[in-house]
């Protein structure tokens, strides 16, 4: 159910070309850009297809090409070789348009690029046009509405902290009707209660207005909570994509799995000690796939370290020389020094 204020962006003349549409509207084929001959930053035959209305988040280590494949989607950058088409026609690089990005696209990057003087609804309201007054002053108080920041409307940019710039910011972004967002890093800088608030706002405009987001994180979590889609970069390269908990519960790579979750490897001859039967080089594990008993056995596990993550706690095993992660639900329970039993409930073959 769409809520009140979306319903209000609506009748405001808000996303109404926003239908929902089967065939792909982004498409990478063979793209590749790098920055130097003989640097290995940047992105490699990467071939992409995105849906509209798709929550898309890109995840991959520091230094794996993120940032250069969003700004490839969004046309600051130009692909050295390949072609990236939008809507089925070929994206202009900033070598083929005076103002580089897609008119039909707005990024929200970390500098918020705010009128710090000015007042909020100042703003927001500047971004559209004067033709008509009372169509643009409806537009910025539904906006405002919508992103729950309506009672801020007549305070100056200087006055508000770090989230409630960066909800102005996105204001700012969408109130002119892009049919895509691209947000990079989008929860550096925000603090737990604030990071949960703006995934939030992130999750509304993509479920209540149709508008596709695409997003680069470093945290894996913001694409397991938020995407509908996830893209996994490794050294420019695109290994696998697909839905949050295929990706999570059936990697086709290791790293992935690393990626996504806390999981831990072992050499095969390591998991046959623990009486995994694999014919395979590796075995991966998750923390919550690791079952913990009390033991006074001399076979057991060392408890080596105790980490508390809240609701729960990982704990670091040991014995003979191998060493496992578990997930225990009930923190108290272990202590450092205490031994445990361990059963597998599950594992990956690699």
């Known amino acids: 159910m769409k809520s009140p204020a979306s319903a209000e962006i609506q009748q405001a003349g808000f996303f109404s070309i926003f239908e929902t549409m089967s065939q792909p509207f982004i498409s990478l084929e063979n793209v590749s850009k790098h920055y130097s001959e003989d640097s290995a930053a940047g992105v490699s035959t990467i071939d992409l297809v995105i849906k509209k209305g798709d929550f898309i988040a890109i995840v991959g280590e520091s230094g794996s090409g993120k940032s250069t494949l969003l700004k490839l989607i969004y046309g600051l950058l130009a692909p050295d070789s390949g072609e990236v088409f939008f809507k089925g026609e070929h994206l202009n690089g900033p070598h083929e348009k005076l103002i580089p990005g897609h008119d039909s696209m707005k990024m929200l990057n970390q500098d918020f690029n705010l009128n710090l003087f000015a007042k909020v609804y100042e703003n927001i309201e500047s971004m559209l046009s004067n033709e008509d007054v009372e169509g643009k002053k409806q537009k910025a108080l539904a906006m405002m509405g919508f992103l729950r920041i309506d009672h801020l409307a007549n305070k100056?940019?200087?006055?508000l902290s770090g989230g409630e710039q960066q909800r102005v910011a996105l204001?700012?972004?969408?109130?002119?009707?892009p049919e895509v967002l691209l947000l990079d890093?989008?929860?550096s800088q925000l603090d737990a209660v604030l990071k949960t608030q703006f995934r939030?706002?992130?999750?509304r405009l993509n479920d209540e207005l149709g508008?596709?987001?695409i997003i680069v994180?470093?945290?894996?979590v913001d694409g397991l909570t938020l995407a509908n889609q996830m893209i996994i970069l490794k050294d420019g390269k695109l290994i696998e994509s697909g839905k949050p908990d295929q990706l999570y519960s059936k990697p086709a790579y290791i790293y992935t799995g690393k990626l996504l979750g806390n999981a831990f490897v072992l050499s095969s001859e390591a998991a046959r000690k623990m009486g995994i039967k694999t014919k395979?080089?590796?075995?991966?594990?998750?923390?919550e796939w690791v079952q913990l008993k009390s033991s006074w056995s001399s076979k057991g596990y060392l408890i080596k370290d105790v980490f508390f993550r809240g609701f729960y706690e990982d704990l670091l095993l040991?014995?003979?020389?191998?060493?496992?992660?578990?997930?225990?639900?009930k923190p108290g329970i272990y202590s450092k020094g205490q031994k445990v039993q361990v059963v597998i409930s599950n594992f990956l073959e690699f």
Do not use: Q
Not at 171 to 177: L, V
Not at 200 to 203: I, S, V
Not at 217 to 220: A, E, G, V
């Open 217 to 220: 994180s470093h945290d894996p």
């Open 156 to 159: 100056k940019i200087v006055e």
């Open 280 to 287: 395979k080089e590796s075995v991966m594990i998750y923390p």
């Open 185 to 187: 890093e989008p929860f």
């Open 200 to 203: 939030a706002d992130l999750k």
């Open 211 to 213: 508008i596709t987001i």
């Open 318 to 329: 040991e014995r003979d020389g191998i060493e496992v992660i578990a997930m225990n639900p």
């Open 171 to 177: 204001a700012r972004a969408i109130i002119t009707e």
